[in-house]
């Protein structure tokens, strides 16, 4: 059973930096894309930042202040935000598209960790 479990979230003023971390356990064959989602209550959830063949692709409000990165031993994905503002508040999610063996390809969602950007 693979899971993807997040940390790192948290109450940060203004213009701080926070880095969310997603650690992806269990028996993994080949990871396809892993990403981070964000969802603000009352609005639809939205790709903040992905990993998919060594490319990374990032949404307009987040370029140039967040950076996201892989480690492969262990599979842990990594968030790091930078000039944090009000409207990044959000619920981010972990997101993974990998098998666990051949031609069993899946989708996996983390539970979600709190990022709220507040003075």
């Known amino acids: 059973q693979v899971q993807l479990v997040e940390s790192g979230g948290g109450l940060v003023h203004p213009g701080g930096s926070l880095r969310l971390s997603c650690a992806a356990s269990g028996s993994i064959f080949s990871i396809f894309t892993m990403a981070w989602y964000r969802q603000a209550p009352g609005k639809q959830r939205e790709l903040v930042a992905g990993m998919a063949n060594g490319n990374t692709r990032y949404a307009d409000s987040v370029k140039g202040r967040f950076t996201i990165a892989r480690s492969n031993g262990p599979n842990t994905l990594y968030l790091q935000m930078n000039s944090l503002k009000p409207e990044d508040t959000a619920v981010y999610y972990c997101?993974?598209?990998?098998?666990?063996?051949?031609?069993?390809?899946?989708?996996?969602w983390g539970q979600g960790t709190q990022v709220t950007v507040s003075s």
């Open positions: 997101y993974a598209d990998l098998s666990v063996r051949v031609g069993e390809r899946q989708e996996y």
